[in-house]
């Protein structure tokens, strides 16, 4: 598949690379909590809660919140529509990649 001008296809959602990181360790993972993401990207707890933010509203992630003890534990979980948008945004990556010259 070559697109005309495929930059323009690419989901604006996955230019942030914390969340390209998020999406990428949720497609791999059924669930992950939200320490876990913190030390798996390396970003502080106001950032990568921005951005977890974000593509909840987008419908790309899922937030499950329970309790471990007394704690709250947050754990987010990739949607199908958000698995779609990804998948799609990395054919697209993968089709500019390939047409290079």
């Known amino acids: 598949m070559v697109l005309k001008n495929p ?12 969340r ?9 993972n059924e669930e992950v909590n939200f320490n876990d993401l913190k030390q798996l990207l390396e970003v502080t707890d106001g950032n990568l809660a921005t951005h977890l ?3 909840e509203e987008s419908g790309y992630i899922k937030v499950h919140k329970s309790f471990i003890g ?3 534990n947050t ?6 529509p958000g698995e779609k948008a990804f998948k799609d945004h990395l054919k697209i990556l993968e089709s500019m990649i390939r047409n290079i010259s």
Do not use: D, W
Request: glycine share 4%; hydrophobic share 50%; net charge positive.
């Open 20 to 28: 390209l990181g998020v999406m990428s360790v949720l497609m791999v």
């Open 75 to 80: 754990a987010y979980a990739v949607t199908r």
């Open 53 to 55: 933010n974000v593509l």
């Open 70 to 72: 007394r704690k709250t």
């Open 7 to 18: 930059i323009e296809k690419l989901n604006k959602i996955f230019e942030s690379r914390i």
